[in-house]
């Protein structure tokens, strides 16, 4: 039991996984901060409010709804996704397109469909029974 812990834990996923937590953390981090602290405040000034957690906010009876703070979430959201799109996974497929090309290795080929093969067979009897 202890064996087949050691080779999880030396496989190498894991480590992967543990820096690629950390570094989504420290991302999340600066991303939340020059949100709140950048866009919440240009957003709430076009929208008479302190910053954007704080506009918006509809009240029905007892119960505050805020609409600002949720579209806040949403910005944080797809300015996280925008970090780790373009610091990320852009340039790593652009190094991996470029070590395949230096590679020599051409993409796998394409198979054709079931419809494709169909109509070949199709064409082949139609040639056949022709003869």
């Known amino acids: 039991m202890l064996k087949g812990f050691k080779e999880f834990i030396l496989r190498g996923n894991v480590i992967d996984l543990a820096v690629a937590v950390v570094i989504g953390a420290a991302f999340t ?3 939340t901060v020059v949100v709140q602290n950048l866009i919440n405040p240009l957003v ?7 910053n954007l957690d704080k506009a918006l906010i509809v ?6 709804f805020g609409f600002g703070a949720i579209i806040a979430a949403v910005i944080n959201f797809l300015a996280v996704a925008a970090v780790v799109y373009f610091a990320f996974v852009l ?4 190094f991996k397109a470029r070590q395949e090309a230096k590679a020599g290795t051409a993409p796998a080929e394409t198979l054709p469909s079931e ?5 070949q067979i199709r064409d082949l009897l139609e040639k056949n ?3």
């Open 91 to 94: 340039p790593m497929n652009t």
């Open 29 to 31: 981090a600066i991303v």
């Open 129 to 131: 029974q022709a003869r």
């Open 115 to 119: 419809q494709e093969l169909l109509l």
């Open 44 to 50: 709430g000034m076009l929208l008479q409010g302190q």
């Open 59 to 64: 009240t029905v009876g007892s119960a505050q």
